[in-house]
């Protein structure tokens, strides 16, 4: 079985560098444990180690065209800061996260988001505003767009809540697939043995000295995958 690729995007604004590289470690430790035992390879993109100086519609497009919308599993991020509008969202994180949103309801690459807030250190001395806007957003995230997400005060307990969250998001979205890959190989074995069996009846029918009397029904394969586990005797009661 080939080697998987789920991609995690990571945003956040600019005031969770220290989270961001806690999200970069557990990822990188989930990928020489969990993931080996799943046969997934995991791959953050981020704007930091994703991106490149280009040019576009406006400076948030070309990250998201760098960026793309592949990604399996959409991690965001948000402390006292809210962000900048950008042309299509009240902040960069919010596009983001529209963006993921919104590939997510139409069945598309993103198969979970998984938002984390931190509540640490807030004080009247920061930017009411901002602060407001996250706590909207947060609201907003909840009740309109179904969103369970989780909060911390300290970068320990968010470690070990991502580390525990990833792993379980990971072993829903990839487990069942490889047990459904286990469970098929039996069945595809015996479709391949007897179709095999088959194909040399219909060369042993050719050789046969009366090969001028076979008529099409003497030769007909039918492939029988839905008769797959049935004994002969099933077979000819079915017929």
């Not at 995958?225 to 000819?236: A, H, S």
Request: with cysteine.
């Amino acid at each position: 079985m080939n080697k998987r690729v789920c991609k995690i995007f990571l945003a956040s604004p600019s005031d969770t560098d220290k989270e961001r590289k806690i999200v970069m470690d557990v990822v990188e430790e989930l990928s020489d444990t969990v993931c080996k035992a799943l046969k997934v390879s995991l791959e953050l993109l981020t704007w930091e180690y994703s991106t490149y100086p280009s040019i576009g519609k406006y400076p948030q497009s070309v990250i998201n065209e760098q960026i793309g919308n592949d990604y399996d599993i959409f991690i965001g991020l948000m402390w006292k800061k809210f962000g900048s509008p950008t042309e299509s969202a009240n902040s960069a994180t919010e596009e983001e996260y529209n963006r993921a949103l919104e590939s997510y309801k139409k069945g598309g690459p993103c198969k979970n988001i998984m938002f984390y807030f931190k509540t640490s250190h807030i004080t009247m001395d920061d930017d009411l505003d901002q602060l407001q806007k996250v706590k909207d957003f947060k609201e907003k995230i909840a009740k309109e767009d179904g969103v369970l997400y989780s909060t911390f005060a300290e970068r320990a307990r968010f470690a070990k809540d991502l580390r525990h969250h990833l792993s379980n998001c990971l072993l829903r979205l990839f487990q069942q697939q490889t047990e459904d890959e286990k469970d098929s190989a039996p069945v595809i074995t015996e479709i391949s043995e007897r179709m095999q069996k088959d194909l040399e009846d219909v060369g042993a029918t050719f050789t046969h000295p009366n090969v001028d009397k076979v008529s099409l029904s003497d030769i007909y394969v039918s492939p029988m995958l839905r008769r797959v586990g049935k004994t002969n005797k099933d077979i000819n009661a079915d017929t």
